[in-house]
C-alpha cells in the first residue's frame, strides 16, 4: 500500500520566491495535516482538514502561508513569499477518523529558503 | 496552552537493557496517546497507541498510561542499536483528532 506521498523532497529558493509543497494522503483518509518541524520549536501543527474542509488553521505563522485541499487526494501548502526562517521539514499526515486516529507521516519535505 | 514534556536526553542504555521513555501531558481532556519513532533525517514512524489506565504490550515495546496523573510512559525491552532514534510522544485533543507532540526524547543505544 502506497503511504503518504509528498513532493519535493527537497525544495531550495531564495527570499521572496513563492514554494508550494504538496501532498498526496493515503487514499480512504479523510483527515490530512500539515506540520512543520524545526530543532528550536520541534514538530508544530499548522493546520488539518477533515473531509478537505480546513479544520484548525491556529498554527499557521502567518499570512505568507496558505494551505489548501480540492479534492480527498491532493493538498498543498504554499508560501508566499518565502523567508529565510521559513527553513525547516515540512511533514504531510493523513488519518482516518473511522479507525482510531492514528496519523500516518509522508517523508517530509526539507525546505531552505536563502 | 497544552503542554507535552519529554527529557530531552539523550538517554543512554547499553544494548540488551530496558529503555524507559517517559512523558507527561496538561490536558486532561487528551482521550489517546501514541508514541512515534524517528530516526534522524527521517520522518515520525507511529510504533504505540493507547487508550486506557493500565499497560499495552506489542513485542518488545509497552505503552503505560495514568490519566489520573497525566503520565505517559514507553519501555523498550531488549534495546538493540536499531532503536536509537528520538521517540515522541503525543497526546490528542478531546476529539481524537488533533495530536500534540512532545520535544522527543532521543534515545541512544550502546552496543
Known amino acids: 500500500d502506497a503511504g503518504v506521498i509528498q513532493s519535493p523532497r527537497h525544495e531550495v529558493t531564495e527570499m521572496g520566491q513563492e514554494v508550494t509543497l504538496r501532498c498526496k494522503p493515503i487514499s480512504g483518509h479523510n483527515s490530512l495535516f500539515w506540520y512543520r518541524q524545526t530543532m528550536m520549536r520541534g514538530l508544530e501543527l499548522l493546520i488539518y482538514?477533515?473531509?478537505?474542509?480546513?479544520?484548525?488553521d491556529s498554527g499557521m505563522p502567518e499570512d505568507r502561508f496558505s494551505a489548501k485541499m480540492p479534492n480527498a487526494s491532493f493538498s498543498t501548502l504554499k508560501i508566499q513569499p518565502s523567508e529565510p526562517r521559513d527553513s525547516a521539514v515540512y511533514f504531510c499526515a493523513s488519518s482516518s477518523t473511522s479507525a482510531i486516529n492514528e496519523q500516518f507521516f509522508g517523508p517530509g519535505t526539507r525546505l531552505t529558503v536563502l | 496552552q497544552k503542554e507535552v514534556e519529554q527529557n530531552s536526553g539523550p538517554l543512554s542504555v547499553p544494548e540488551g537493557a530496558i529503555a524507559s521513555l517517559n512523558c507527561t501531558y496538561s490536558d486532561r481532556g487528551s482521550q489517546s496517546f501514541f508514541w512515534y519513532r524517528q530516526y534522524s533525517g527521517k520522518s515520525p514512524e507511529l510504533i504505540m497507541s493507547i487508550y486506557s489506565n493500565g499497560d499495552k504490550e506489542d513485542g518488545r515495546f509497552t505503552a503505560q498510561l495514568n490519566k489520573a496523573s497525566q503520565y505517559v510512559s514507553l519501555l523498550i525491552r531488549d534495546s538493540q542499536p536499531s532503536d536509537s532514534a528520538t521517540y515522541l510522544c503525543?497526546?490528542?485533543?478531546?476529539?481524537?483528532?488533533?495530536?500534540?507532540f512532545g520535544s522527543g526524547t532521543k534515545l541512544n543505544v550502546k552496543p
Open positions: 503525543a497526546p490528542s485533543d478531546y476529539n481524537f483528532n488533533k495530536f500534540y
Open positions: 482538514f477533515n473531509n478537505n474542509v480546513p479544520i484548525d
